[in-house]
């Protein structure tokens, strides 16, 4: 029987064992990427519907300190996880941004991204697009009030999430008209952001212009309502060019990575469409399970090859934007192991990942199969099916064999790694 570990030794056993699995990198090499660790997910208790949290509350100043010393350059909110909704459009919200401010400033982290929570409190239980007009009113006070806090952080990009924009009885509510009244916030958040972006350009001294912000739909396909009116990025995308919005070039897509994955589809092909529609502003980073709840498992521990695949989609594309660590340490991981194994081996293995795309974009063998296949076997003007089949067939096997090469790429048999 095995030894016990008691508890003054569990940490000390905890880092050794980290420090013997290696591949770890330096904090400056993990400023270098645009990675975001958001407050809620490290300040994330293990609570859930059948759970009873499992680790103490953290602090936005402990978060914004582990950040700095794990390598995370960004910090990215709720406004709620900071602010309680009574103290929200008061004075102490004032007192309580200075503060956030102050320890961004200290640790050399910045704000990217903040957040509108209209899913939470009992407020939004018919959603921020409800029936009741004063809801609605608060839904767009709350919205233009996180533009006034993302402007005063200092963030790039504002996220709304919709969860509760939709419906759990057939009937009870007319979807089009849902539409135009969330249409009506974005609108509202918009509009206040291109004040206060004037505001700013006017008091700037050196002549540098201030912008607006980037404001970000995010999608999700199921939870908590049992029909969603917004659930996929496609939705978003449509909705963007509906019409209904002021300011159609102010607003892209958060795609989830685990949010397309839950309903069945290839996060890939989502993220592609919102590259063509150039919209892919923002994008959270994740992993899971297919026609699963969402479980926000770190990234790479479910499918890493499916990761490869997506970075080398967005490093071929150009994508620049943030990569935001939208993820649940698991309940079994301690306040500790928070930021001593669930962060830093997040990051760690994103980078990893990140690394075996280029390396598999720049892969000599993929290069050739891929060139082959675009520059086909037969006659361009050819207008006989049969002959242009017969002299692509052989070339189609190429599909097969990149997939092998790559996975060979993330395994590291491309190196002569074998078993024997």
């Not at 200075?98 to 050399?108: A, M, N, T, V, Y």
């Not at 709350?142 to 419906?167: C, D, K, M, S």
């Not at 943030?322 to 649940?328: E, I």
């Not at 760690?348 to 050739?368: C, M, S």
Request: with cysteine; hydrophobic share 40%.
């Amino acid at each position: 029987m095995a030894k016990a570990v008691t508890p003054k030794d569990q940490r000390a056993l905890v880092d050794r064992l980290m420090s013997a699995c290696g591949g770890s990198y330096s904090p400056e090499r993990r400023r270098k990427h645009f990675i975001s660790g958001p407050q809620w997910a490290a300040a994330y208790q293990g609570q859930a519907l059948f759970h009873a949290p499992t680790r103490e509350p953290v602090s936005a100043g402990e978060v914004i300190r582990h950040f700095a010393e794990i390598g995370i350059g960004y910090w990215t909110t709720h406004d709620t996880d900071v602010i309680s909704t009574e103290d929200l459009m008061t004075d102490r919200q004032a007192e309580i941004v200075d503060e956030i401010k102050k320890s961004l400033r200290q640790h050399g982290v910045r704000c990217s991204m903040v957040t509108c929570e209209t899913f939470f409190h009992p407020v939004w239980a018919a959603g921020p697009a409800a029936e009741a007009p004063e809801v609605r009113a608060y839904a767009a006070a709350r919205v233009e009030n996180v533009v006034e806090i993302g402007h005063e952080l200092g963030a790039q990009f504002l996220v709304y999430w919709p969860g509760t924009l939709g419906y759990l009885l057939q009937g009870a509510i007319d979807e089009a008209q849902t539409l135009r009244w969330y249409a009506d916030a974005i609108n509202a958040a918009c509009e206040r952001d291109i004040v206060l972006a004037g505001r700013k350009r006017q008091k700037s001294r050196n002549g540098k212009r201030a912008g607006t912000l980037r404001h970000c739909l995010e999608a999700k396909p199921f939870e908590p309502q049992a029909e969603i009116i917004l659930p996929t990025t496609d939705a978003m995308l449509a909705f963007i060019n509906s019409g209904l919005l002021k300011h159609p070039d102010m607003v892209g897509v958060n795609p989830e990575y685990l949010h397309e994955l839950m309903w069945g589809s290839a996060p890939r092909a989502a993220l592609a469409r919102a590259l063509v529609a150039g919209k892919l502003w923002h994008f959270d980073v994740n992993d899971g399970y297919r026609l699963k709840h969402d479980v926000d498992i770190g990234v790479g521990l479910v499918n890493p090859l499916d990761w490869v695949n997506v970075l080398m989609l967005l490093r071929s594309h150009g994508y620049k934007g943030p990569f935001n660590f939208d993820y649940k340490p698991p309940r079994t991981t301690s306040n500790y192991g928070v930021f001593k194994v669930s962060f830093p081996s997040a990051v760690d293995r994103f980078i990893t990942l990140w690394e075996i795309a280029g390396e598999a974009l720049a892969d000599p063998v993929i290069e050739e199969a891929t060139e082959a296949l675009k520059a086909g076997g037969g006659d361009a003007s050819s207008r006989d099916p049969a002959a242009i089949f017969a002299a692509n067939k052989e070339l189609l096997t190429l599909h097969e064999l990149i997939a092998h090469r790559l996975v060979e790429i993330l395994l590291g048999a491309h190196r002569g790694r074998t078993f024997h």
